[in-house]
C-alpha cells in the first residue's frame, strides 16, 4: 500500500460519493484510520453553509450572498479518538458538528449545492485538502467534478429504505429528535434533487466501483472497500 507520495508526485485521492445515508461517513473515516489520510467530508461544506446563511440571515433565494459565505467561510475539520464523532467541526472557531447533522441541515446543504456560484466558491477550498500522505473526499460530485483524476473512485448507494433506518438510527442515538416517516420522505424529496441538478448531479463517475451496501454489515462493506483501494492503488 502506498501511503506517502514522492515531491514530484501527486498524493493519492480516494473518492466515495452516493446518496444520503449510504455509509460515506462511516467508511471514509475507517479507510483514514487505517491508511492515514486526511479527510474531506464535502456534504459538510455544504451544510456548513446553509448553517452560516441561517446564521447570518441570509436568504436561500440570495444566490450572490450564498456564494459569497462560500468563498470566505472558515471551516477546519479536526479529527478526535470519540467514535460515534470522529471529526469534529469547526466554522469560524465556533464548534458545530451537532448542528450539522440536523435533518434540517440537510435539507439546506440540497438547497445550496445546485448553486453553480456556490460551487465554484468552494472548489479551491475543496482541492486545498489534497496534501500527503492523501486524502480520502467523502460527497456527492467528489469523482465526477472535483477529483476526476481520483486514483480510486467508489459509489456507495442503498435503498431509501435502509437509509433511512440507518440515518434514524444515528439521529437518535445523537439525541436528535426526527421520525422516521419524515426522515424518509426527506431522504426521497433529497435524492430527486440532487440526481436531477443541472449543476454536478448525484451519479457515479464512469470509472467508479458501485458498492451496494443494503445487505451488508458495516464490517463488510469496509472490506469490500478496502479490497479495491489494495488493488487500484
Do not use: C, W
Not at 506517502?4 to 460515506?24: F, L, M, N
Not at 448553517?51 to 477546519?76: N, Y
Not at 429504505?161 to 420522505?185: M, W
Amino acid at each position: 500500500m502506498r501511503t506517502q507520495a514522492s515531491k514530484t508526485e501527486k498524493p493519492p485521492v480516494i473518492t466515495i460519493d452516493g446518496p444520503s445515508g449510504s455509509g460515506k461517513g462511516a467508511i471514509t473515516h475507517k479507510l483514514a484510520q487505517k491508511l492515514g489520510f486526511h479527510i474531506l467530508d464535502s456534504g459538510a461544506l455544504y451544510r456548513l453553509i446553509g448553517l452560516a446563511a441561517r446564521k447570518s440571515q441570509t436568504s436561500f433565494d440570495d444566490e450572490p450572498g450564498l456564494a459569497r459565505i462560500s468563498r470566505e467561510m472558515v471551516v477546519k475539520f479536526v479529527p478526535s479518538d470519540d467514535p460515534e464523532e470522529p471529526l469534529h467541526i469547526l466554522l469560524e472557531g465556533e464548534e458545530v458538528t451537532k448542528s450539522l447533522r440536523t435533518d434540517q441541515a440537510g435539507q439546506d446543504a440540497s438547497r445550496v449545492a445546485p448553486i453553480a456560484a456556490v460551487r465554484a466558491g468552494i472548489g479551491e477550498l475543496q482541492r486545498g485538502f489534497l496534501t500527503a500522505p492523501g486524502l480520502i473526499a467523502d460527497g456527492r460530485d467528489m469523482g465526477t467534478v472535483v477529483f476526476p483524476d481520483a486514483d480510486v473512485k467508489i459509489y456507495l448507494t442503498a435503498s431509501a429504505e435502509i437509509r433511512a433506518n440507518r440515518r434514524y438510527k444515528q439521529l437518535k442515538d445523537k439525541d436528535i429528535s426526527v421520525t422516521l416517516p419524515g426522515l424518509f420522505q426527506s431522504i426521497k424529496d433529497r435524492d430527486e434533487r440532487d440526481m436531477n441538478r443541472e449543476v454536478a448531479p448525484l451519479r457515479p463517475a464512469i470509472d467508479a466501483v458501485v458498492v451496494d451496501s443494503s445487505l451488508m454489515s458495516l464490517d463488510e462493506v469496509f472490506e469490500a472497500v478496502i479490497a479495491i483501494v489494495r488493488e487500484k492503488v
